[in-house]
């Protein structure tokens, strides 16, 4: 009985050991967006970029050593990082890090949005400070057509330009006025983790070695049970026949 149990337990201690577990650990990141709905990356791209990133078909352990990116997936408008490896805190530690790198990116993605807005407003602030000094120069020429000259045709010519850079000023002005809204007034809700990664306590569709070890001990006492019931069954059949026979003698 000691035997068998020991032997069992033996084959489960040697399972744990040299097939270790792989653990599993999943960050989920909200995509951010503005006020209009619009989100600072379309959640297919981000997805397709991500799964390049990581080249999450590669299964070489060589090309992609554990803790590792096992897999992305969308989930509306969020991704879900999954991370996989053989150290549960490992894995946490690399599904965290990869989620907050994502956050890194779209901070890194508005800022450079509002740059280039602001790039935007200073290029239509300096075309509309030029149209004004047109419009004004224009002014003294229509005058100067009317009193000096006395050319009415010069005059129209010259006031239908300045209608016409008026309008352009308007255009410009009301671009400027959207651009200064985005950037102050509209909401933005940054992107952000909305699940942190969490340490796993029990291996990717499996058991852990404590569980594996206590199952084959349990196994063990099972079959070693069964051997002793075996073994008892055949002394009693064996001491029944014995009798049988001496009482035939």
């Known amino acids: 009985m000691i035997a068998a149990l020991t032997a069992v337990t033996l084959a489960g ?10 653990y599993q650990s999943r960050a989920v990141v909200q995509i951010g967006w503005y006020e209009k709905g619009e989100l600072i990356e379309d959640p297919g791209e981000l997805l397709g970029r991500l799964l390049t990133t990581y ?6 352990e060589k090309i992609r050593p554990y803790p590792r990116i096992a897999d992305v997936i969308r ?15 490992a894995v946490r530690d690399h599904a965290q890090a990869a989620a907050e790198a994502v956050v890194e990116e779209h901070s890194i993605l508005h800022d450079k949005l509002l740059s280039e807005m602001r790039l935007r407003l200073d290029g239509l602030n300096e ?4 149209l004004e000094l047109q419009i004004q120069e224009m002014g003294d020429a229509i005058r100067s057509a009317n009193v000096f000259r006395g050319d009415p045709f010069l005059a129209s ?13 308007e255009t410009f002005l009301n671009r400027a006025m959207t651009i200064r809204y985005d950037m102050n007034v509209v909401e933005f809700r940054p992107t952000q983790v909305r699940h942190a990664a969490a340490t796993p306590e029990i291996p990717r569709g499996g058991i852990s070695k404590t569980m594996i070890v206590i199952i084959s001990m349990v196994l063990g006492f099972g ?3 069964v051997v002793l019931v075996i073994r008892e069954s055949q002394r009693v ?3 029944r026949l014995r009798q049988t026979e001496t009482g035939t003698s």
């Open 13 to 22: 201690l040697a399972l744990a050991l040299v097939r270790p577990p792989l």
């Open 237 to 239: 059949l064996s001491d």
């Open 157 to 169: 010519t010259l006031l239908m330009e300045r209608a016409a850079a008026q309008r352009a000023v």
């Open 223 to 225: 079959f070693a049970l």
């Open 75 to 89: 989930d509306g408008a969020s991704v879900v990082m999954i991370a996989e490896g053989y150290e549960p805190t």
């Open 127 to 130: 075309t509309i400070a030029g």
């Open 55 to 60: 080249n999450v078909d590669e299964d070489s």
